[in-house]
T-cell receptor, first 116, second 118 residues
Framework: DAGITQSPRHKVTETGTPVTLRCHQTENHRYMYWYRQDPGHGLRLIHYSYGVKDTDKGEVSDGYSVSRSKTEDFLLTLESATSSQTSVYFC???????????????FGPGTRLLVL | AQTVTQSQPEMSVQEAETVTLSCTYDTSESDYYLFWYKQPPSRQMILVIRQEAYKQQNATENRFSVNFQKAAKSFSLKISDSQLGDAAMYFCAYRRGWSGGSNYKLTFGKGTLLTVNP
C-alpha cells in the first residue's frame, strides 16, 4: 500500500469555524490531490498540487484553500465551514510520467467531516 | 470537458458467476488512461485495473478484465467467478495522457454498487 495518511480521520465541527485537513505521504510523489465524495456525485477534484508551493484549483474549489510547503504534506483548509461541505475527503498522490510509465493515483483512507 | 457515465447505479450477481459493469466516457483527446477503482465498505479506494488508450489489448488482472472499445468510448469491467469480497462500489475514472502541463486529475463516474449474493 502507498504510504498515505490523512488526519483527522473523523471530525465534527460547527458552521463558521475553520477546519484544516492534512494529507501526509512517504512516497515522495510530486503530485497530490484533494477530492470530495458525495452521494450521487462520485469523487470530485477540489485542488491539486504539482510541486512544493505549486497548486491549482479543481472543479469544486469554492470555499477551500490549500497549501504545500513540503513535498510530503498537502493541507486542505475550509476557511469558514458550511453544512454543504459535509463530505468525505480523499487525498491522492501520483507521479505522472511519460508513456510507458504506469502512473496511477493512490488514495488515502479518507476523512469524514460533518459540519453542523 | 471530459465526462464519465456509469449507467447502472446498482448491480447484483450470484457468487461464482460473472458480472459486467458498464462505463462510457466522452473526450476529444486521443491519449488517455482509464481506470476502475473499487471502494468496499471500509471506504478505501483500491485500484482494480488500468487501461492505456494507445494499447489495443484489453487489460486483465486475475478475475478482472476490461472490454475497451475506443471508437465507441466504452470501458466495461468484467468480474469472473464473483466472490463475496467483490461486493463494493465500483468507480470508472478517466485521466488524460502525459503531454506536459500540470493537471492530471481523475474524472470519475458516479459509481455502481455491486452486491454479491451467496
Amino acid at each position: 500500500d502507498a504510504g498515505i495518511t490523512q488526519s483527522p480521520r473523523h471530525k465534527v465541527t460547527e458552521t463558521g469555524t475553520p477546519v484544516t485537513l492534512r494529507c501526509h505521504q512517504t512516497e515522495n510523489h510530486r503530485y497530490m490531490y484533494w477530492y470530495r465524495q458525495d452521494p450521487g456525485h462520485g469523487l470530485r477534484l477540489i485542488h491539486y498540487s504539482y510541486g512544493v508551493k505549486d497548486t491549482d484549483k479543481g472543479e469544486v474549489s469554492d470555499g477551500y484553500s490549500v497549501s504545500r510547503s513540503k513535498t510530503e504534506d498537502f493541507l486542505l483548509t475550509l476557511e469558514s465551514a458550511t453544512s454543504s461541505q459535509t463530505s468525505v475527503y480523499f487525498c491522492a498522490i501520483s507521479e505522472p510520467q511519460g508513456r510507458g510509465n504506469q502512473e496511477t493515483q493512490y488514495f488515502g483512507p479518507g476523512t469524514r467531516l460533518l459540519v453542523l | 470537458a471530459q465526462t464519465v457515465t456509469q449507467s447502472q447505479p446498482e448491480m447484483s450477481v450470484q457468487e461464482a458467476e460473472t458480472v459486467t459493469l458498464s462505463c462510457t466516457y466522452d473526450t476529444s483527446e486521443s491519449d488517455y488512461y482509464l481506470f476502475w477503482y473499487k471502494q468496499p465498505p471500509s471506504r478505501q479506494m483500491i485500484l482494480v485495473i488500468r487501461q492505456e488508450a494507445y494499447k489495443q489489448q484489453n487489460a486483465t488482472e486475475n478475475r478482472f478484465s476490461v472490454n475497451f472499445q475506443k471508437a465507441a468510448k466504452s470501458f466495461s469491467l468484467k468480474i469472473s467467478d464473483s466472490q463475496l469480497g467483490d461486493a463494493a462500489m465500483y468507480f470508472c475514472a478517466y485521466r488524460r495522457g502525459w503531454s506536459g502541463g500540470s493537471n492530471y486529475k481523475l474524472t470519475f463516474g458516479k459509481g455502481t454498487l455491486l452486491t454479491v449474493n451467496p
